[in-house]
């Protein structure tokens, strides 16, 4: 995945590391698109174009550049008879990808048969015009010679089918309509058709019925000797009843056994595929981290025992113990707890005349505060998404003091505030850093949260503040190296 903004391939950071952009709510649009795409591409191998088209619609709402979606959706256009449509969009497609798109082709070949559709869809437009003057036969006549026609559109059966219905050809709608169930299973006015035709041969039978107990009545009436008939069953048996319900539960076993539970199965593997996935890449990147705290530890841990073998000035046995003062900021550090390494390092004496110690509390200062720094900025990240704000807030102070300021640690301090709806304080950090950086690129995502802010809650006001003047509340007592 790419930058919006400046092209750049992303990580798995929350932002940019080439223009610093925030690119959480990027991802998140991306996968939605995907995961879209995925179940349109499953509804269309069970022949549910329908069903298919409304999630390709919504794949593209969200990533208008998704050519897999937007190719599979001209494909589902044209197999449901709308090639104008199925056109549109791979011509979009090609457009945004010229070399290696398959859009080309499917252009190619509806090219090829050009003459074929134009004239199919000619003479179901005239049917249509047919219909609407009331010449249903001249319809008729045309719609059977789009169906015969080798590009043949779904809505042609489906406006011939009905014709036959009104007519009361419902043997011949029926058949025609299963044709279409066939070619989309989706396709719910193909099913309303199809209910229709029940009711109608339901009804049909019942009117039979009616009518010859009324003929047979009238008949009792003028000849006392007629015998009326008695309200029989249709098959009179009992038995043959029994015979019909068995064998459609042996044919619902078999669709459930055959279609129903290979798809759900499918669908479970893909599911579990996916979480494996993810897993793999969170114990990845789980090891890089666990390594780098290693090596850290490690380089430390040497640094340690090599000013302890080192003479410094006194005899004194409890003078050798001072080192093992660094002990707690090596656990604290194996704890990955950023408070609690600065809590650790913030116990360690300061005043210690001795020289090797001094050396070691300023290079321990110097090679970890940055990181620690991006450590914070990365678990507030974490506290955010489980929904633990307060603690964010704490995390992105520290990340503050330990990076220095900047538009980016002065932002997220704003928006941390934003996320525990302390919404004054968030709108005076995003105006300072409007003020104070106005040509840094986290500017942008000030001037949102302003405008988020002010949105939502319009009787809010943007404080007045002082350039280069930013007092941060609730800061620890962070540690400082030696000047000497």
């Known amino acids: ?49 329908t069903g298919a088209k409304n999630y390709l619609r919504q794949s593209l709402m969200l990533n208008k550049k998704n050519i897999d979606a937007r190719n599979l959706l001209g494909l589902v256009y044209y197999e449901l008879g709308e090639p104008s449509y199925a056109v549109r969009e791979w011509a979009i497609s090609a457009s945004f990808k010229e070399s290696g798109n398959i859009a080309s082709r499917y252009l ?33 006549i045309a719609l059977k010679q789009v169906v015969s026609r080798p590009y043949c559109m779904i809505k042609a059966k489906e406006l011939l089918a009905l014709i036959f219905i009104k007519s009361g050809s419902l043997s011949k709608a029926k058949k025609l309509l299963e044709a279409c169930a066939k070619q989309d299973t989706g396709d719910m006015l193909c099913r309303r058709y199809l209910e229709e035709i029940a009711e109608r041969k339901r009804v049909g039978r019942d009117g039979s019925y009616i009518e010859a107990m009324a003929q047979v009545f009238e008949a009792g009436r003028e000849n006392s000797d007629v015998i009326i008939p ?18 459609g539960l042996i044919l619902g076993a078999g669709i459930l056994y055959y279609i129903v539970i290979p798809g759900e199965r499918s669908r479970y593997q ?7 996935i993810s897993m793999q890449d969170s114990l990845s990147t789980r090891d890089s981290e666990l390594a780098s705290v290693r090596a850290a530890n490690e380089r430390l841990t040497a640094q340690i025992a090599e000013l302890m073998e080192q003479p410094h000035g006194s005899t004194d046995v409890n003078d050798t113990n001072i ?31 001795d020289e090797q110690y001094r050396n070691l509390y300023n290079r321990l200062i110097n090679d970890y505060k940055v990181n620690m720094g991006y450590r914070a900025f990365y678990r507030g990240s974490e506290f955010i998404d489980k929904g633990a704000y307060y603690d964010a807030l704490d995390q992105y102070k520290l990340a503050y003091q330990l990076l220095g300021e900047s538009a980016r640690t002065v932002y997220y301090v704003g928006y941390a505030y934003e996320m ?25 995502h000030s001037q949102s949260g302003i405008s988020r802010i002010l949105g939502n809650f319009p009787e809010l006001s943007v404080p007045d503040v002082t350039p280069g003047e930013l007092n941060v509340v609730g800061l620890v007592d962070l540690w400082t190296p030696d000047e000497n």
């Not at 199919?120 to 015009?129: F, I, L, W």
């Open 1 to 49: 995945m790419i930058c919006l903004k400046c092209g750049a391939l992303l990580t798995k950071q929350d932002v940019c590391l080439k223009c610093g952009t925030d690119v959480v709510l990027y991802k998140k649009i991306m996968a939605t698109s995907d995961h879209m795409y995925n179940e349109a591409l499953y509804l269309a191998k069970k022949r549910d174009l």
């Open 323 to 353: 080192y093992e003062d660094f002990l707690p900021v090596l656990n604290a550090y194996i704890k990955n707890d950023v408070v609690e390494i600065i809590d650790a390092i913030s116990a360690l004496d300061r005043d210690q005349e």
């Open 108 to 140: 190619a070949d509806v090219e090829k048969n050009l003459h074929s559709i134009r004239v199919s869809v000619s003479k179901y437009n005239q049917a249509v015009e047919y219909v609407r003057s009331g010449s249903v036969d001249m319809a008729q």
């Open 420 to 444: 525990v709806a302390d919404l004054q304080n968030a709108l005076y950090y995003y105006e300072y850093a409007n003020k104070t950086y106005p040509d840094d690129v986290w500017v942008g």
């Open 270 to 276: 893909q599911e579990n595929t996916n979480n494996l």
């Open 230 to 247: 008695e309200n029989t069953r249709e098959y009179n048996s009992y038995f043959m009843n029994l015979l019909y319900v068995i064998i």
